[in-house]
Structure formats: structure tokens, C-alpha cells
């Protein structure tokens, strides 16, 4: 058992180095819990004498402390399981599809993934509009709703179902904004967003006083899976703790 805290935070810190030669942001995270399982592996492998002078009760403190964390972090990935298990809503008049990362003028894996699951749900509801938001930032040479405009019309969609929010950064603002360009909160809206973030997304639109809202998930890498749902834990709290949730 002790062992397997070494094997484990060998292969966080492992993960770090990978997720860092991706550019991914939030991987300091991985640092950290590798940091600590090992330091914990130490402490209770070595019991070096620091540990021993330790009284009980501040032993116990910490102990509660770790318990505590811990099972606030697995409530929060039990909410982003459930939100992932959303299926397609068929009375919808409107999809909402979230902005993410463009590579230049084309999109990234996950905007991609946004903009093909965005696009087989359009096909098979052709009375339903898409707005499409997410504005320019960093590396970006246009916006994310014009860089999906471009990809959905290849795809066959017509631009008279596509409606453009360009001004966003972030998913409160993907939100607020979409909703002054078309009334939404009284329509049935559906998000179109990574697995992973169909909670929060649906939660954010409901403090919008959204009144019908659902997720319509798409994928995610694999292999970023689990980094995603470690940090949309901590978009969680951070929400909360800015007064959006």
C-alpha cells in the first residue's frame, strides 16, 4: 500500500512532464499531488523523527484536513460524471456552441470535436439555429465563431442557421453575451461543449436564469482526459468562490 504511493506519485509527476511538453495549462497541479504522495510515502515509509515529534492532535488535524479535500474533490467529479451522462434534448430551438482554442484561422482538436458534434446534431434537427461564441485571443487570426462559421458552412450547414457571438472569453461570457444577441433564456437551449464541461456549463447558464438548458457533450482526448476533469474540479470551486455558481 505505502508502495503504491511512490508508484503513483512517480507516475503524476510523469504526467506533468507530459502534459508540460504539451503547453496544456493548469499542469503544475500534477507537480503538486506527485510532490505530496511522494512526500507522504517518505513520512510514512522513513517515519523521520520530525513526524514522531508531532503532537497527535495536529497528526489528526492534518488527517481531516487531507479527508475533508478529498472527498469535496470526489463529490465535485461525481457532479461532472453526471453532467457527462446528458443525452440530446429533441425539443430544442437553439444549440449554443462554446468556444475554444484556433490554431491560427483553423480550429483545435477540441473546437473540432465542438463543431462535428454541433454539426450532426444540426443535421438531424434542421429547424434548430446554432449560435456560435467564443471571440479572439492569443494566436488566434480570427475569432472562434467566425473560425466555426467556416467549418460548419464546409460542412454543409447553411450560414442562415448560424448566429455569431464574437466577443466572449470565458463561458460566463459565452453565455451573457449569446443571450443579448437572441432570447435564449426563455427557449430551449442546448450546450455544445467537451463531456467534461457540460456540468459547469449548464450550471452557469441556470444562475443566468437560463430557463431550459441542457448539455449536448462532445468528446475529449483520451489521453487529456483525466487533467480535464482534475481542473474543471477547481473551475468548480473557482466559480463558486467568484459568485457565478
Known sequence: MITALLLIGILFLAYYVFLQMKGMDFAVIWLI?????????????????????????????????????????????????????????NDLDYIIVLGAQVRGDRPSRALRMRIDTAADYLREHPSVQA????????????????????????????????????????????????????????????????????YRSVQLARRQQYERVSGIAAPSEPV???????????ALVKEKLVGNL
Not at 454543409?156 to 432570447?183: C, M, Q
Not at 487529456?224 to 477547481?234: C, D, K, L, Q, S
Request: aromatic letters at 10%.
Open 33 to 89: 499531488a506527485g510532490g505530496m504522495l511522494i512526500l507522504v510515502w517518505y513520512a510514512l515509509s522513513r517515519q523521520p523523527v520530525w513526524i514522531s515529534v508531532l503532537p497527535r492532535a495536529v497528526k489528526a488535524g492534518i488527517g481531516i484536513l487531507f479527508l475533508l479535500g478529498f472527498l469535496l474533490f470526489a463529490a465535485l467529479e461525481i457532479l461532472i460524471l453526471h453532467g457527462m451522462g446528458t443525452g440530446w434534448q
Open 224 to 234: 487529456n482526459f483525466p487533467h480535464f476533469m482534475v481542473r474543471e474540479a477547481f
Open 131 to 198: 449560435v456560435l461564441s467564443g471571440g479572439q485571443g492569443p494566436g488566434e487570426n480570427m475569432t472562434e465563431a467566425e473560425c466555426m462559421r467556416n467549418a460548419l458552412v464546409e460542412m454543409g450547414i447553411s450560414e442562415d442557421r448560424l448566429i455569431l457571438e464574437d466577443r466572449s472569453t470565458s463561458t460566463w461570457e459565452n453565455l451573457k453575451f449569446s443571450a443579448g444577441l437572441v432570447p435564449l433564456k426563455k427557449a430551449g437551449v442546448g450546450l455544445v461543449t467537451q463531456n467534461f464541461h457540460v
